[in-house]
């Protein structure tokens, strides 16, 4: 059974900085990618950035480049977003999610994905 468990949230100042995890286990995630999305209060769910498991090769959402950086220790299995001169546009639920290489074409799409977390709270007061 597929798990991805996102951790590290929480209230961060405007300016600040915070990482988040993302857990996977269940499979084996080579051959996949891991992204990550966020839901404002209101606001349709939206891509953030994306990662391939294998080789490391990213994309970004124009709102977070060069602010956020997403990354992944193979090792552990684990994903990473870090989350830089936050803003508080930034405050949202944010989930980590995987679906395979194959559909990096569309990798800012939610129907790109299989495996979604439960989602973890991320709040930037100004």
């Known amino acids: 059974q597929v798990q991805l468990v996102e951790s590290g949230g929480g209230l961060e100042q405007a300016g600040g900085s915070l990482r988040l995890s993302c857990a996977a286990s269940?499979?084996?995630?080579?051959?996949?990618?891991m992204g990550w999305f966020r839901q404002a209060p209101g606001q349709e769910r939206e891509f953030v950035a994306a990662?391939?498991?294998?080789?490391?090769?990213?994309s970004y959402a124009d709102s977070v480049k060069g602010r956020f950086t997403i990354s992944r220790d193979n090792a552990k299995n684990t994903g990473y977003l870090q989350m830089n001169s936050l803003k508080s546009e930034d405050t949202a639920v944010y989930y980590c999610?995987?679906?395979?290489?194959?559909?990096?074409?569309?990798?800012?799409?939610?129907?790109?994905?299989?495996?979604w977390g439960q989602g973890t709270q991320v709040t930037v007061s100004s």
């Open positions: 999610a995987a679906g395979p290489l194959s559909r990096w074409s569309a990798v800012g799409a939610e129907t790109s994905y299989d495996y």
């Open positions: 990662v391939t498991w294998t080789g490391g090769f990213t």
């Open positions: 269940g499979r084996t995630f080579s051959g996949y990618v």
